[in-house]
């Protein structure tokens, strides 16, 4: 990281940080979220602000793989390290087992609060834990505000047990 105040008067870092498998650098003030960061500096508006103050993990994302608030993060706090969005747990074709389920079950509504759900989800079974089991800490984690908790727990059921075709 390196700071750079002579053009503006405002310091401004770059961050360099693997974004989804990619490679990203771009140049930001100290104190950029990293909900801002992803949203306004890198164009991945697939992570979601809703309170900004830790509350609702609308901006949950993957920071060397742990689920974490980005709203709660600054961006210089990720730099060298590596962060996946909901972007990035999408296929470049169709959707993922678990977005499947989340479709198939009708566990979305207005979807504001889904990417975070989804990054939540994804970041757990990626780390090997029992989904399953953890559902209520994972969940709880995540404020719908369409109150779409009972689909979104049945799609996270359908995953745990396969999928479409393994859970009808
Ligand atoms: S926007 Fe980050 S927790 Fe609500
Ligand atoms: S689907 Fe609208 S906030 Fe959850």
Redesign the pocket.
Known sequence: MTIDDTVTGVDLCEVTVIVNGQLRRARTEVRTLL?DFLRHDLGLTGTH???????????TVLVDGTAV????MLAVQVDGGEVTTVEGITPDEGLSPLQDAMWAEHGLQCGFCTPGILCSVEGAARAGENVGERLDDLLGGHICRCTGYQNVRAAVRLYCAGGQEAGR
């Open positions: 909900s602000v809703g309170c900004e103050h830790g509350a609702c993990g609308a901006c608030r980005a709203c709660l």
